[in-house]
C-alpha cells in the first residue's frame, strides 16, 4: 500500500531556531514530490521535487529529495512565528495524489 | 495566473439537510479538479476528482456526490448530510498530472 509518512507529527522551537523536517515514502513511479505549507486555510505549495539530490531553496527555506533511500526533507533556519503551520508532504503519481498527515510546527516566539 | 473560487466560507447545516458546494477556476482551461476534505485533526482525503467535463471518479463511497457541468466548474453536494460531514472542504487545481496542485480557499462546513 502506498504510503507518505511525516515526522515528528508536532514540533515546538524557539523562534531563530533551524528545523528539519522529514518525509518518508513507500510509493512506487511517482512523477514528483511536493511540500506544501498549511496556516488556517488552504495549504499553499511551497516545492516541488522530482530529481534525487537537487536542493531546491527559497528564502530561508529549502528541500532535497532521496529517490534511493525514499525520503525527502524540508529545511527552514532562523525560523520565524510566521513559520508556524501544518507542512504537508504530497506524493504525486499519475493515478493518484498522497498526502503525508503532515507535521505541525509551532515556533514560539 | 490561475484562481480558484469556492464559497461559500462557512456554513453551517443540520443533519438531513441538501449541500452545494461550488468551486469555479479562472486562468486556465481543461485543468484536474478535485475535491478534498480535511476533518479535524485529520489529513487531506480525497472525495473526488475530474480530468474534464462530465468526467468524475470517485475515491470514497459515500452520500456525496459531485459533477462538472463545465469545463472551469466543479460542483459537490449531497442529498442528506451525516454529522460525519463535517470538516474543512478544498477545491483543488492542476494544470496536469506532474503539476502542483493549486488550493481554494477552502468551505468549513459544520453539520449540527
Known amino acids: 500500500e502506498d504510503k507518505v509518512v511525516q515526522s515528528p507529527l508536532s514540533l515546538v522551537v524557539h523562534e531563530g531556531d533551524t528545523v528539519t523536517l522529514n518525509c518518508s515514502y513507500e510509493v512506487t513511479n511517482f512523477r514528483s514530490l511536493l511540500w506544501y505549507k498549511q496556516e488556517k486555510k488552504a495549504p499553499t505549495f511551497l516545492f516541488m521535487l522530482?530529481?534525487?539530490?537537487i536542493e531546491k531553496k527559497s528564502g530561508r527555506l529549502s528541500s532535497i529529495l532521496d529517490k534511493k533511500e525514499l525520503f525527502s526533507i524540508l529545511n527552514i533556519t532562523a525560523t520565524q512565528t510566521g513559520d508556524s503551520a501544518v507542512y504537508l508532504c504530497?506524493?504525486?503519481?499519475?493515478?493518484?495524489?498522497?498526502f503525508g498527515k503532515g507535521t505541525r510546527l509551532h515556533i514560539l516566539p | 495566473s490561475q484562481t480558484i473560487h469556492q464559497w461559500p466560507a462557512t456554513l453551517v447545516q443540520p443533519v438531513g439537510s441538501p449541500l452545494s458546494l461550488e468551486c469555479t477556476v479562472e486562468?486556465?482551461?481543461?485543468?484536474?479538479l478535485y475535491w478534498y476534505r480535511q476533518a479535524a485533526g485529520r489529513g487531506l482525503q480525497l472525495l473526488f476528482y475530474?480530468?474534464?467535463?462530465?468526467?468524475i471518479s470517485s475515491e470514497v463511497p459515500q452520500n456525496l456526490s459531485a459533477s462538472r457541468p463545465q469545463d472551469r466548474q466543479f460542483i459537490l453536494s449531497s442529498k442528506k448530510l451525516l454529522l460525519s460531514d463535517s470538516g474543512f472542504y478544498l477545491c483543488?487545481?492542476?494544470?496536469?498530472?506532474?503539476?502542483?496542485?493549486?488550493f481554494g480557499n477552502g468551505t468549513r462546513l459544520t453539520v449540527t
Open positions: 522530482t530529481s534525487s539530490g
Open positions: 486562468g486556465t482551461s481543461n485543468p484536474n
Open positions: 475530474s480530468v474534464g467535463i462530465g468526467q
Open positions: 504530497v506524493l504525486n503519481r499519475d493515478d493518484k495524489i498522497i
Open positions: 483543488a487545481l492542476a494544470r496536469g498530472y506532474n503539476s502542483p496542485l493549486h
